[in-house]
């Protein structure tokens, strides 16, 4: 089994922190990986935004279901799912774009997502742990208004890193569900 693929499959949510710090470098890396996924129509319809400020990093940990963890973390990426930049090109072109519809969100959600994944895979290729944090989308009016987000950017996924502690590299991974694959009806 190659490197790649053993990370993949023994990768878990990392939830405590050593305090060594994710270098400039690594966070290059990290988000041009990021940068470098799939996207359709290559429209890459997703925004990163990298949260350095400590307070706000204290008010996402609390609007995030009280998860003090994202508060320790050295670095804290929101993927935002943003048609905005879509819409403002077109308005800028002179055009009268539609508005966006719930597939165009979905599209833009699915990139940011698989883009967020990059940033994962490159974390971990690393050392470098993260956990991602669903409370942004499940809080996301209160998470729009505290980062100002415009009307058609919706914060799809965070994602927190940092170097596991002893602890959390020797936890276990929880099981995941091993039911067969359904057999193909395509001859």
């Excluded at 508060?71 to 774009?97: H, R, S």
């Excluded at 597939?103 to 993260?130: F, P, R, Y």
Aim: net charge negative; proline share 7%.
């Amino acid at each position: 089994m190659n490197q790649t693929i053993s990370e993949l499959k023994t990768r878990k949510s990392v939830r405590v922190f050593t305090e060594q710090p994710i270098t400039p470098e690594q966070k290059k890396e990290i988000l041009l990986s990021a940068m470098a996924a799939p996207t359709a129509g290559n429209q890459q319809m997703y925004t990163i935004l990298d949260i350095t400020s400590q307070e706000l990093k204290e008010q996402l940990a609390e609007t995030c279901d009280h998860q003090p963890f994202i508060a320790k973390a050295p670095m804290v990426l929101i993927f935002c799912a943003d048609y905005q930049k879509w819409y403002d090109t077109f308005l800028e072109g002179g055009c009268n774009p539609r508005k966006p519809g719930a597939g165009d969100l979905m599209l833009a959600v699915s990139d940011t997502c698989i883009a967020a994944q990059n940033a994962v895979t490159a974390a971990e290729s690393m050392g470098i742990g993260s956990c991602y944090i669903g409370d942004i989308m499940e809080q996301c009016e209160t998470h729009r208004k505290i980062l100002g987000l415009p009307e058609y950017v919706f914060p799809a996924a965070m994602l927190v890193f940092g170097y596991p502690t002893e602890q959390q590299k020797e936890r276990k991974k929880p099981e995941r569900c091993h039911r067969p694959c359904p057999k193909s009806s395509i001859p």
